[in-house]
Protein backbone atom coordinates (compact mmCIF):
# COMPACT_ATOMS: atom_id res chain seq x y z
CA UNK A 1 0.00 0.00 0.00
CA UNK A 2 1.35 3.52 -0.99
CA UNK A 3 1.12 5.31 2.85
CA UNK A 4 0.40 9.06 1.61
CA UNK A 5 1.38 12.02 3.27
CA UNK A 6 -2.07 13.18 4.86
CA UNK A 7 -2.47 9.24 6.21
CA UNK A 8 0.54 9.17 7.93
CA UNK A 9 0.32 12.19 9.43
CA UNK A 10 -2.88 11.87 11.09
CA UNK A 11 -2.62 8.10 11.82
CA UNK A 12 -4.29 7.33 14.92
CA UNK A 13 -0.67 5.41 16.38
CA UNK A 14 -3.12 4.94 19.81
CA UNK A 15 -5.34 2.86 17.84
CA UNK A 16 -2.63 0.55 16.94
CA UNK A 17 -0.83 0.28 20.75
CA UNK A 18 -4.13 -0.39 21.63
CA UNK A 19 -4.71 -3.73 19.00
CA UNK A 20 -0.80 -4.72 20.36
CA UNK A 21 -1.99 -4.50 23.84
CA UNK A 22 -4.99 -7.18 23.15
CA UNK A 23 -3.74 -9.06 20.94
CA UNK A 24 -0.92 -9.50 23.36
CA UNK A 25 -3.39 -10.11 26.32
CA UNK A 26 -4.96 -13.14 24.39
CA UNK A 27 -1.48 -14.25 23.93
CA UNK A 28 -0.94 -14.38 27.36
CA UNK A 29 -4.13 -15.86 28.23
CA UNK A 30 -3.82 -18.87 25.48
CA UNK A 31 -0.03 -19.18 27.15
CA UNK A 32 -1.39 -19.78 30.53
CA UNK A 33 -3.94 -22.13 28.97
CA UNK A 34 -1.23 -24.28 27.36
CA UNK A 35 0.49 -24.55 30.19
CA UNK A 36 -2.20 -25.28 32.57
CA UNK A 37 -3.98 -27.98 29.71
CA UNK A 38 -0.30 -29.73 29.30
CA UNK A 39 0.09 -30.11 33.32
CA UNK A 40 -3.93 -30.89 33.87
CA UNK A 41 -4.82 -33.05 31.23
CA UNK A 42 -1.55 -34.06 29.17
CA UNK A 43 0.16 -35.53 32.49
CA UNK A 44 -2.44 -37.20 33.53
CA UNK A 45 -3.04 -38.66 30.80
CA UNK A 46 0.46 -39.53 29.80
CA UNK A 47 1.54 -40.71 33.26
CA UNK A 48 1.39 -44.65 32.78
CA UNK A 49 -1.87 -45.26 34.50
CA UNK A 50 -4.00 -45.39 31.52
CA UNK A 51 -3.60 -47.99 29.42
CA UNK A 52 -5.29 -50.04 26.34
CA UNK A 53 -7.00 -48.75 22.87
CA UNK A 54 -8.81 -46.22 24.38
CA UNK A 55 -6.12 -44.60 26.47
CA UNK A 56 -3.62 -44.68 23.24
CA UNK A 57 -5.98 -42.67 21.51
CA UNK A 58 -7.09 -40.50 24.42
CA UNK A 59 -3.10 -39.89 24.12
CA UNK A 60 -3.26 -39.33 20.81
CA UNK A 61 -5.97 -36.57 21.11
CA UNK A 62 -4.86 -34.92 23.41
CA UNK A 63 -1.22 -34.62 22.38
CA UNK A 64 -2.86 -33.23 19.39
CA UNK A 65 -4.80 -30.64 21.02
CA UNK A 66 -2.02 -29.50 22.92
CA UNK A 67 -0.12 -29.01 19.54
CA UNK A 68 -2.78 -27.18 18.30
CA UNK A 69 -2.82 -24.57 21.19
CA UNK A 70 0.79 -24.70 21.25
CA UNK A 71 1.12 -23.73 17.30
CA UNK A 72 -1.78 -21.18 17.87
CA UNK A 73 0.04 -19.18 20.34
CA UNK A 74 2.84 -19.10 18.28
CA UNK A 75 0.68 -17.53 15.78
CA UNK A 76 -0.57 -14.86 18.03
CA UNK A 77 3.22 -14.54 19.16
CA UNK A 78 3.67 -13.09 15.56
CA UNK A 79 0.74 -11.14 15.23
CA UNK A 80 1.83 -9.52 18.47
CA UNK A 81 5.31 -8.91 17.27
CA UNK A 82 4.22 -7.81 13.80
CA UNK A 83 1.75 -5.34 16.14
CA UNK A 84 5.05 -4.64 17.92
CA UNK A 85 6.98 -3.78 14.66
CA UNK A 86 3.64 -1.66 13.22
CA UNK A 87 4.13 0.15 16.26
CA UNK A 88 8.05 0.83 15.97
CA UNK A 89 7.86 1.42 12.35
CA UNK A 90 4.99 3.93 12.14
CA UNK A 91 5.87 5.51 14.99
CA UNK A 92 9.57 6.48 13.83
CA UNK A 93 7.87 7.14 10.53
CA UNK A 94 5.77 9.75 12.61
CA UNK A 95 8.40 11.03 14.60
CA UNK A 96 10.55 11.91 11.18
CA UNK A 97 7.70 13.34 9.74
CA UNK A 98 7.20 15.86 12.25
CA UNK A 99 10.51 16.71 12.41
CA UNK A 100 10.69 17.21 8.82
CA UNK A 101 7.55 19.78 9.23
CA UNK A 102 9.49 21.43 12.59
CA UNK A 103 12.39 22.21 10.25
CA UNK A 104 9.63 23.34 7.40
CA UNK A 105 8.05 26.08 10.19
CA UNK A 106 11.53 27.17 11.58
CA UNK A 107 12.42 28.69 7.79
CA UNK A 108 9.25 29.67 7.03
CA UNK A 109 8.76 26.86 4.12
CA UNK A 110 5.58 26.06 3.69
CA UNK A 111 3.83 22.75 3.29
CA UNK A 112 0.95 21.80 1.31
CA UNK A 113 -2.18 19.21 2.26
CA UNK A 114 -0.57 16.60 -0.12
CA UNK A 115 3.17 16.74 1.69
CA UNK A 116 5.12 19.03 -1.07
CA UNK A 117 7.41 22.36 0.56
CA UNK A 118 7.47 25.70 -1.58
CA UNK A 119 9.31 28.93 -1.12
CA UNK A 120 8.04 32.58 -0.72
CA UNK A 121 10.04 35.66 -1.61
CA UNK A 122 11.79 38.50 0.38
CA UNK A 123 14.88 38.81 1.58
CA UNK A 124 16.86 35.49 2.73
CA UNK A 125 20.57 34.57 4.16
CA UNK A 126 23.45 34.21 1.73
CA UNK A 127 24.41 31.28 3.54
CA UNK A 128 21.42 29.55 4.20
CA UNK A 129 18.67 30.48 1.69
CA UNK A 130 15.15 28.85 2.03
CA UNK A 131 15.58 26.34 -0.74
CA UNK A 132 18.08 24.47 1.51
CA UNK A 133 15.63 23.63 4.53
CA UNK A 134 13.14 23.11 1.64
CA UNK A 135 14.81 20.35 -0.02
CA UNK A 136 15.77 18.97 3.45
CA UNK A 137 12.06 19.10 4.49
CA UNK A 138 11.17 17.60 1.56
CA UNK A 139 13.44 14.71 1.94
CA UNK A 140 12.39 14.00 5.83
CA UNK A 141 9.12 13.67 4.29
CA UNK A 142 9.53 11.12 1.62
CA UNK A 143 11.71 9.19 3.84
CA UNK A 144 9.05 8.95 6.40
CA UNK A 145 6.42 8.10 3.71
CA UNK A 146 8.77 4.97 2.75
CA UNK A 147 9.78 4.37 6.48
CA UNK A 148 5.80 4.01 6.86
CA UNK A 149 5.42 1.86 2.93
CA UNK A 150 8.53 0.00 3.98
CA UNK A 151 6.61 -1.40 7.65
CA UNK A 152 3.58 -1.92 5.93
CA UNK A 153 5.33 -3.88 3.80
CA UNK A 154 7.14 -5.77 5.88
CA UNK A 155 4.26 -6.81 8.35
CA UNK A 156 1.15 -6.63 6.61
CA UNK A 157 2.53 -10.53 5.47
CA UNK A 158 2.78 -11.57 8.91
CA UNK A 159 -0.22 -10.30 9.82
CA UNK A 160 -1.80 -12.70 7.12
CA UNK A 161 -0.37 -15.16 8.93
CA UNK A 162 -3.89 -15.24 11.26
CA UNK A 163 -5.64 -16.34 8.24
CA UNK A 164 -3.71 -19.70 8.16
CA UNK A 165 -5.80 -21.42 10.88
CA UNK A 166 -7.95 -23.64 9.79
CA UNK A 167 -10.63 -26.06 11.34
CA UNK A 168 -8.83 -29.36 10.02
CA UNK A 169 -6.49 -30.83 12.63
CA UNK A 170 -4.06 -31.65 9.21
CA UNK A 171 -4.03 -28.05 8.31
CA UNK A 172 -0.50 -26.80 7.08
CA UNK A 173 -0.42 -24.06 9.75
CA UNK A 174 0.72 -26.51 12.47
CA UNK A 175 3.31 -27.62 10.45
CA UNK A 176 4.55 -23.64 9.69
CA UNK A 177 3.71 -22.24 12.91
CA UNK A 178 7.51 -22.52 14.15
CA UNK A 179 8.95 -21.47 11.28
CA UNK A 180 6.72 -18.19 10.55
CA UNK A 181 7.36 -17.33 14.53
CA UNK A 182 11.56 -17.41 13.22
CA UNK A 183 10.80 -15.28 10.43
CA UNK A 184 8.96 -12.86 11.92
CA UNK A 185 11.39 -12.48 14.68
CA UNK A 186 14.28 -11.94 12.20
CA UNK A 187 12.06 -9.26 10.51
CA UNK A 188 11.24 -7.11 13.84
CA UNK A 189 15.38 -7.85 14.61
CA UNK A 190 16.20 -5.64 11.55
CA UNK A 191 13.62 -3.44 12.00
CA UNK A 192 15.28 -0.50 14.31
CA UNK A 193 18.74 -0.19 11.96
CA UNK A 194 16.20 -0.23 9.00
CA UNK A 195 14.44 2.35 10.39
CA UNK A 196 17.78 4.22 11.16
CA UNK A 197 19.13 4.07 7.58
CA UNK A 198 16.00 5.42 5.81
CA UNK A 199 15.98 8.35 8.14
CA UNK A 200 19.88 9.14 7.70
CA UNK A 201 20.93 12.76 7.41
CA UNK A 202 21.80 14.32 4.80
CA UNK A 203 25.11 15.62 3.43
CA UNK A 204 26.43 19.07 4.06
CA UNK A 205 26.42 22.00 1.93
CA UNK A 206 29.11 24.11 0.66
CA UNK A 207 28.50 28.09 0.40
CA UNK A 208 28.68 28.88 -3.91
CA UNK A 209 30.32 32.18 -3.14
CA UNK A 210 31.13 34.43 -0.17
CA UNK A 211 28.68 37.35 -0.03
CA UNK A 212 30.17 40.48 -1.42
CA UNK A 213 30.04 43.51 0.88
CA UNK A 214 27.21 45.75 0.09
CA UNK A 215 27.88 49.84 -0.72
CA UNK A 216 31.18 49.92 0.86
CA UNK A 217 33.13 52.10 -1.81
CA UNK A 218 32.08 55.19 -3.42
CA UNK A 219 30.87 55.64 -6.14
CA UNK A 220 32.30 56.49 -9.68
CA UNK A 221 29.47 58.73 -11.55
CA UNK A 222 30.85 58.85 -14.76
CA UNK A 223 31.89 54.94 -14.91
CA UNK A 224 29.10 53.53 -12.41
CA UNK A 225 26.41 55.61 -14.44
CA UNK A 226 27.52 54.52 -17.62
CA UNK A 227 27.64 50.71 -17.02
CA UNK A 228 24.08 50.61 -15.29
CA UNK A 229 22.47 52.52 -18.20
CA UNK A 230 24.32 50.22 -20.75
CA UNK A 231 22.56 47.16 -18.77
CA UNK A 232 19.07 48.90 -17.82
CA UNK A 233 18.45 50.59 -21.14
CA UNK A 234 21.01 48.07 -23.66
CA UNK A 235 21.03 44.27 -21.68
CA UNK A 236 17.22 43.96 -20.54
CA UNK A 237 15.83 45.53 -23.78
CA UNK A 238 18.44 42.99 -25.13
CA UNK A 239 17.06 39.80 -23.60
CA UNK A 240 13.56 40.78 -23.82
CA UNK A 241 13.42 41.37 -27.47
CA UNK A 242 15.20 38.07 -28.48
CA UNK A 243 12.32 35.98 -26.04
CA UNK A 244 14.83 35.43 -23.46
CA UNK A 245 12.46 36.27 -20.95
CA UNK A 246 14.26 35.05 -17.69
CA UNK A 247 17.60 36.76 -18.43
CA UNK A 248 15.84 39.67 -18.62
CA UNK A 249 13.81 39.01 -15.64
CA UNK A 250 16.34 38.42 -13.09
CA UNK A 251 19.10 41.12 -14.86
CA UNK A 252 16.23 43.46 -14.17
CA UNK A 253 15.64 42.49 -10.81
CA UNK A 254 19.30 42.61 -9.74
CA UNK A 255 19.26 46.48 -11.35
CA UNK A 256 16.50 46.99 -9.18
CA UNK A 257 18.73 46.97 -6.31
CA UNK A 258 15.75 44.98 -3.81
CA UNK A 259 18.16 42.03 -2.88
CA UNK A 260 15.39 40.08 -2.80
CA UNK A 261 15.49 36.59 -4.02
CA UNK A 262 13.96 35.34 -7.05
CA UNK A 263 12.06 32.48 -7.51
CA UNK A 264 12.63 30.16 -10.83
CA UNK A 265 10.50 27.06 -11.65
CA UNK A 266 12.54 23.84 -12.07
CA UNK A 267 10.36 22.11 -14.08
CA UNK A 268 10.25 25.17 -16.48
CA UNK A 269 13.97 24.79 -16.69
CA UNK A 270 14.29 20.70 -17.64
CA UNK A 271 11.94 21.57 -20.30
CA UNK A 272 14.03 24.18 -21.81
CA UNK A 273 17.24 21.98 -21.26
CA UNK A 274 16.51 18.30 -21.98
CA UNK A 275 20.07 17.88 -21.14
CA UNK A 276 19.20 18.69 -17.53
CA UNK A 277 16.29 16.88 -17.30
CA UNK A 278 18.28 13.79 -18.60
CA UNK A 279 20.49 14.11 -15.73
CA UNK A 280 17.30 14.12 -13.31
CA UNK A 281 16.59 11.06 -14.63
CA UNK A 282 19.27 9.38 -14.73
CA UNK A 283 19.60 9.81 -10.44
CA UNK A 284 17.06 7.08 -10.74
CA UNK A 285 18.78 4.56 -12.88
CA UNK A 286 16.57 1.58 -13.97
CA UNK A 287 14.22 2.13 -10.69
CA UNK A 288 13.53 -0.10 -7.87
CA UNK A 289 12.02 0.86 -4.64
CA UNK A 290 13.99 2.82 -2.64
CA UNK A 291 14.80 6.36 -1.60
CA UNK A 292 16.42 8.40 -4.46
CA UNK A 293 18.69 11.32 -4.48
CA UNK A 294 21.33 13.84 -4.79
CA UNK A 295 23.48 16.52 -2.70
CA UNK A 296 23.51 19.94 -4.69
CA UNK A 297 25.38 19.14 -7.97
CA UNK A 298 26.46 21.86 -10.56
CA UNK A 299 25.06 21.65 -13.74
CA UNK A 300 27.08 23.81 -16.79
CA UNK A 301 25.47 23.86 -19.66
CA UNK A 302 29.19 23.91 -21.40
CA UNK A 303 29.14 23.92 -25.08
CA UNK A 304 25.48 22.49 -25.36
CA UNK A 305 23.39 25.94 -24.99
CA UNK A 306 20.11 24.27 -25.19
CA UNK A 307 18.11 27.65 -24.03
CA UNK A 308 20.11 31.01 -24.48
CA UNK A 309 17.43 32.05 -21.93
CA UNK A 310 19.05 30.07 -19.12
CA UNK A 311 22.24 30.21 -20.77
CA UNK A 312 21.94 34.26 -20.24
CA UNK A 313 20.04 34.22 -17.09
CA UNK A 314 21.93 31.78 -14.67
CA UNK A 315 24.79 30.17 -17.08
CA UNK A 316 25.37 26.74 -14.49
CA UNK A 317 23.43 26.23 -11.20
CA UNK A 318 23.54 24.22 -8.32
CA UNK A 319 20.84 21.23 -8.29
CA UNK A 320 19.32 18.52 -5.67
CA UNK A 321 17.19 16.31 -6.21
CA UNK A 322 15.19 14.03 -3.37
CA UNK A 323 12.31 11.28 -4.00
CA UNK A 324 11.47 7.96 -3.72
CA UNK A 325 10.37 5.23 -5.73
CA UNK A 326 7.25 2.63 -4.44
CA UNK A 327 5.04 -0.41 -5.72
CA UNK A 328 1.19 -0.47 -5.28
CA UNK A 329 -0.50 -3.65 -4.88
CA UNK A 330 -1.10 -4.24 -8.26
CA UNK A 331 2.55 -3.72 -9.31
CA UNK A 332 2.77 -0.65 -10.29
CA UNK A 333 5.28 1.86 -9.78
CA UNK A 334 5.18 5.37 -8.77
CA UNK A 335 7.92 7.67 -8.65
CA UNK A 336 7.30 11.05 -6.39
CA UNK A 337 10.37 13.55 -6.38
CA UNK A 338 11.40 17.02 -5.98
CA UNK A 339 14.13 19.13 -7.88
CA UNK A 340 15.69 22.34 -6.04
CA UNK A 341 17.64 24.87 -7.64
CA UNK A 342 19.86 27.46 -6.71
CA UNK A 343 22.40 30.30 -7.95
CA UNK A 344 23.63 33.54 -6.63
CA UNK A 345 23.03 35.95 -8.80
CA UNK A 346 26.67 37.98 -8.42
CA UNK A 347 29.32 39.02 -10.47
CA UNK A 348 32.90 39.92 -10.15
CA UNK A 349 35.85 38.42 -11.51
CA UNK A 350 36.89 35.82 -9.21
CA UNK A 351 34.46 33.08 -7.34
CA UNK A 352 35.90 33.97 -3.70
CA UNK A 353 34.77 30.89 -0.93
CA UNK A 354 35.77 30.87 2.70
CA UNK A 355 37.93 33.64 1.76
CA UNK A 356 39.50 31.75 -0.70
CA UNK A 357 39.57 32.20 -4.57
CA UNK A 358 38.25 29.34 -6.29
CA UNK A 359 37.88 30.24 -9.69
CA UNK A 360 37.70 32.99 -12.13
CA UNK A 361 34.12 34.31 -14.50
CA UNK A 362 34.49 35.09 -17.90
CA UNK A 363 33.23 38.79 -18.89
CA UNK A 364 30.22 39.26 -20.06
CA UNK A 365 29.58 37.85 -23.94
CA UNK A 366 26.92 37.95 -26.40
CA UNK A 367 27.17 35.81 -29.35
CA UNK A 368 30.85 36.37 -28.83
CA UNK A 369 31.45 40.19 -28.62
CA UNK A 370 32.38 41.56 -25.56
CA UNK A 371 29.86 43.72 -23.70
CA UNK A 372 30.94 44.78 -20.08
CA UNK A 373 33.79 43.48 -18.05
CA UNK A 374 32.70 41.35 -14.50
CA UNK A 375 34.73 43.87 -12.29
CA UNK A 376 32.52 46.48 -13.16
CA UNK A 377 29.38 45.19 -12.57
CA UNK A 378 30.38 43.88 -9.33
CA UNK A 379 31.54 47.58 -9.00
CA UNK A 380 27.69 48.30 -8.97
CA UNK A 381 27.03 46.22 -6.08
CA UNK A 382 29.92 47.72 -4.26
CA UNK A 383 28.67 50.69 -4.69
CA UNK A 384 25.44 50.35 -3.88
CA UNK A 385 23.72 50.70 -7.15
CA UNK A 386 22.62 46.98 -7.64
CA UNK A 387 22.39 43.97 -5.18
CA UNK A 388 23.13 41.00 -5.23
CA UNK A 389 20.71 38.39 -4.68
CA UNK A 390 19.93 34.57 -4.41
CA UNK A 391 18.17 32.40 -7.08
CA UNK A 392 15.55 29.55 -6.03
CA UNK A 393 13.35 27.12 -7.14
CA UNK A 394 11.59 23.89 -6.20
CA UNK A 395 9.39 21.52 -8.01
CA UNK A 396 7.61 18.62 -7.58
CA UNK A 397 6.94 15.26 -9.69
CA UNK A 398 5.15 12.00 -9.77
CA UNK A 399 5.66 9.18 -12.68
CA UNK A 400 3.45 6.20 -13.36
CA UNK A 401 5.68 3.67 -14.67
CA UNK A 402 2.82 1.10 -15.11
CA UNK A 403 4.00 -2.64 -14.65
CA UNK A 404 7.62 -3.18 -12.65
CA UNK A 405 10.24 -2.44 -15.70
CA UNK A 406 8.15 -0.39 -17.95
CA UNK A 407 8.93 3.03 -18.18
CA UNK A 408 6.89 5.39 -20.48
CA UNK A 409 9.58 8.68 -19.53
CA UNK A 410 6.91 10.79 -19.04
CA UNK A 411 7.24 13.38 -16.62
CA UNK A 412 4.30 15.33 -15.25
CA UNK A 413 3.90 18.07 -12.01
CA UNK A 414 2.35 16.13 -9.16
CA UNK A 415 -1.06 18.29 -9.23
CA UNK A 416 -1.86 16.56 -12.69
CA UNK A 417 -1.34 12.92 -11.92
CA UNK A 418 -4.35 11.23 -10.39
CA UNK A 419 -3.97 10.55 -6.94
CA UNK A 420 -2.11 7.23 -5.01
Known amino acids: MLVDFQSLQNFDLNRLMTAQQDWSAIEDALGEQSVDYEQSVAAPVNDGTWTGTAATDAQRRVARSLDKMVATTQYLDT ?34 GDGLTSLSGGSVPWYDPQVLAAMDAQRMIYQAQFMAYNTDRDFVPILNYATKFGTSDQGQWLADAENDLAATQQVTELLPNQMSGLSAGGPPVRPDTDAQ ?33 NAAALLLHWLLNTGATALVDPSEMMAAMPAFGAEVDQVFGPGGDGLYETGWVNFSPGNDIQSEDWYYALNDFRYRIVGMIRTDDHGNQYRDYTVGVKKPYVFGPDIVVGGQVVGHRHDI ?21 AQNFIVQGISHHSDRYGAIGTRPGQRADRAGMPAV
Open 365 to 385: TVHGFPVITQAAMEHLHLVGI
Open 213 to 245: PYGVELRLPLVDTATFDELFYGGVPYFAVHGWN
Open 79 to 112: VRQALDGAVTGIGAAQAHLRRGLELAAGHDVAVS
